[in-house]
């Protein structure tokens, strides 16, 4: 990163100039280093959602929204999906690089000798209702592990960083399938080593102690594919949520928790979940323009999920890929999804309407992976879960990449305070009915 060149900010009103050094990233934009506004201004930036901001030094993942490319460690998404595997995109997002034949052996060695969690675990399913939601399930069962792996809780130390990392990778199948097996009431069923980490998830989800279970390699495939598109995104509210999190030397099990519960939102990784259960309401194609007058509406809170991004603007390349699995699934598995069709039509529909086009808003990843989960057998309120089973793996590099900086402090933002002023403090029998309304108003 060289920091040779500057950008000048004059204040209008005094007429008084600030520089501050322009860091350069290895690709991509430019960013302003604003460590010193405050010191040199006496003012905040404003940027409450983050629109403008860098908040970290990253060499994991990159997007260009307008050009729809996203990359991990420069390798892009398309080639990732269409070439390589979870596992290995595992280990490139945590490491660096591609590895070798014997690294990859290694490391899936290490993630498939962790899979299985602590049999006391099971005791924390058995005190939810089994009509809870899976993602309260998993923001709870995570939280946990670091109440049983006392031994790789010190973020200090480099091997206890590396285990907790292989722990949550290799742990995640396990309790998203533990979560599923507890809602419908099956027993649990324990990891397989002679499996891939897809097929060994689908095994603990699908199989049943009764008889054999065999699994389909098109649909291990499409799993694999799957959690290549979602191992990470770079900092999206999740991600920032757990380096936000970890930035105060959290323990990695406890921000992994952190993450699920922002992912948990339907802004975020909760949209899958939503899209088809918009397209289950929608129902028919001839629906779809009242749906689409809905979205459009600024009074109703209706909105066409799978549709739009904060950062893509062109279109979002996962949401490509996706679309061919979701034919291939489809096809193998022999299902004709009245909901692939109608989710065709919306997106034709929409891609056409200048509400849309205006707005650059295009299907995103979530459009079409809650098909292909439908149809591989999750039910919905599942699919959030697998969401958060494959973006551990980019929360933990992103977490790791942040503690091993030596630059990390804690995440500590300010605010435009829009309070009241100072005002002194009005005894109880001095203060009026007004004071009452106004409190009750501010807390509304
Ligand atoms: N349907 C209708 N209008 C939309 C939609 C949508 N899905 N998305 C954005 N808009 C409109 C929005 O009303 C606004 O219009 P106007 O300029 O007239 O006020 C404009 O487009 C810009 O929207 P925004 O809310 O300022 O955009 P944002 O960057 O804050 O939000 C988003 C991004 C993904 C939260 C939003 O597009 C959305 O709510 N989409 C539906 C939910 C969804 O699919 N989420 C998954 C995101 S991808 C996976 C992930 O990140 O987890």
Redesign the pocket.
Known sequence: MADSKTFTLTNDATGESFKFPVIEGSYGPDVIDMRKLYESTNMFSYDP?FTSTASCPSAITFIDGEKGQLMHRGYSIEDLAGKSSFIEVAYLLLYGDLPSEKQLKEFSHNITYHTMVHEQLQFFFRGFRRDAHPMAIMCGVVGALSAFYHDSLDIHDLAQREISAHRLIAKLPTLAAMTYKYSIGQPFVYPRNDLSYAENFLHMTFAVPAEPYKVNPVVAKAMDRIFILHAD?EQ??STSTVRQSGSSMANPFACIAAGIAS?WG????G?NQ??LEMLAEIGHKDRIPEFLAR??D?NDPF????????VYKNH?PRAAVLKESCHEVLEDLGIEDPLLELAMELEKIALQDE?FVS?K?FP????YSGIILKAIGFPTSMFTVL?ALARTTGWVSQWKEMVEDPGMRICRPRQLYTGAEPRPYVALDKRGASTERKASKSAA
Request: aromatic share 12%.
């Open positions: 959602s995104h999206n509210a992912l339907a802004s975020h990784g949209a939503e899209v979205a459009k600024k909105r066409l999920m799978g549709f739009g991004h904060r979002d509400y707005r808003l995103n990843v979530d459009f969401f």
